[in-house]
């Protein structure tokens, strides 16, 4: 009874999460909201420094407020529209792309910085001169995790305002966006004054006025297929479950076969473009696959081993990270050659936690001979632990930087040995169909 409890508790979670899956995709498909960080977000903050008749300084602050989530390279590129008239006079810790059409302003002592009605900007990189530097800067657009590293998450640039027409008061621009696939800004939201100390603490200043503009990501807008899958497998069957076919895409045209070498001019980029998608073929042809495998299992623990496997050619994945959400990660005892933090959203479900490298020894998943990382953890088996039936021993779900991947079906699990693909169901089904026919012959 307990085994078949189990079963169907676990049948009536997928059920359900299959059900808030969809009405989530049909009601609002562009708003990024993730369950297991359901306060992560983007957040610009504008702040008002000072606000003359000719022009107004302005400091601009980029936080990461995701627990897991990062930008990578070629990194943010924050843009919006001004307006009215106004132009970007000077900037520290980041630049725009463009500077534009400064003609309204010529017989001034210097041009602009940008003239553009819609600016972008982008960071600057570390080896930027000592003068251009502001604080938390020059990162190249890239911003750490809440959890990974907490002391990278920001970026911080100032600029300084003016307009062809002074007299006009300041205006907050509008149609923000944060120039990184998959995420989409709201509109500015005024908030209390930011402040500010000095004098070690002993004198507050705050700013005139601040905004908020919130930016939230979606996996669906940032790309139309997945990127990663999951194959699994248990020291108790010899039956490895691969990724399901087709997992990440169909189409064979844009991958290249194992002992085949890519086109040099395909492995030509710049690091600061996005770079395109080149993998090795396979049934699955996603670029990350994670293999799942129980080792082993001891009196009162069980041994998990864990292998990414990177598959795109043209892309090291550097501060990976992989999310799993397991009902016994509650009891998690020690794990080999990875950092572990528990992601416990809630406050009370701790069933969900957050992997990634460590520092200098195996941050970057690259691609190649070498492109895996792995790692090994020890779980203890706790009172509600249930036994490997029913594919209890493996995750529900798994992420990599953050995107779901695809798991295999239930019922392809590797089972345990004299035991029916479906467990308990499949046992009452027997009974059911042999108490029919005794009851058939009977008459």
Known sequence: MTQFYFSVQRSVDMVFSLVSFFIFISVSPSYGYDPLDPHGNITIKWDLLQSNP????????????????????????????WQGDEAIMSMLGAEATEQGNCSRFKGGENLPHCCEKKPMIIDLLPEASFNMKTSNCCKGGVLSSMVQDPSNYAAIFVMKIGAVNSSDQFKMPGNFSFGVSGYTCGQPVRVPPSRYSSDSGRRWTQALGTWNITCMYSQFMASSSPKCCVSLSAFYNTTIVPCPKCSCSCHAS???KFGETPPVLQEMRDSNQQLSTLIRCSSHMCPIRIHWHIKQSYKQYWRVKVTLNNRNILKNYSQWNLEAVHPNLKNLTQVFSFNYEPLNPYGHINDSGMFWGIRYYNDMLQEGVNGYVQTEMLMRKGEDFPS???????PTRVLFNG?????????????????????????????VLSLLVLTIVSF
């Open 54 to 81: 000719d022009t107004s300084d302005v400091r601009v602050s980029i936080f990461n407020f995701q627990l897991y989530r990062h930008i990578e390279r070629p990194g943010w590129q924050l843009g919006w529209e």
């Open 403 to 431: 995107d779901e991947c695809v798991m295999p079906l239930p019922d392809q699990y590797p089972t345990l040995p004299n035991t029916g693909g479906n467990g308990p169901i499949f046992s009452l089904s027997l009974i």
């Open 388 to 394: 490997f039936r029913q594919g209890w021993g493996f």
């Open 254 to 256: 844009k991958c290249v």
